[in-house]
Structures are given as C-alpha cells and as structure tokens.
C-alpha cells in the first residue's frame, strides 16, 4: 500500500510541477515573444519527470 501511495503522491506532484511550469512558460512567451523560454522549459520538464520516475523506482524496491 505504502509503494502504491508513493507513486500516486509522486505523479500527482509532478503533473502538478508540469502544468504550473509549462502555464508560467506560455505567460512569458505571451509577454515576450523572443525570449526563448522552450529549452529551459523542456530542462525543466525533464528534471520534473526524472523525478517521478526515481520515486517510481524507489517504490519498485521497497515494495519486493
């Protein structure tokens, strides 16, 4: 239970993190056109997600 608890807080966290990053990418780019915010943007999307994938491998563990 403990296991399945980790990944379900773990995803809700990081879809969470993805929607508030990717919402705060698109402001600025509204705001500023030439900015270039899409290569911090998709950084900052693949460190999110490397994030739930490290908890989901955690749980892989303690789970058996």
Request: hydrophobic content about 55%; proline content about 2%; charged content about 10%.
């Amino acid at each position: 239970i403990g296991a399945g608890l980790a990944i379900g807080l773990a995803a809700f966290g990081g879809a969470l993190g993805q929607g508030r990053a990717a919402g705060s990418a698109l402001e600025g780019t509204a705001r500023n056109p030439q900015a270039g915010l899409m290569g911090m943007l998709i950084i900052g999307m693949a460190l999110i997600e490397s994030l739930v994938i490290f908890s989901f491998v955690i749980a892989n563990k303690v789970s058996g």
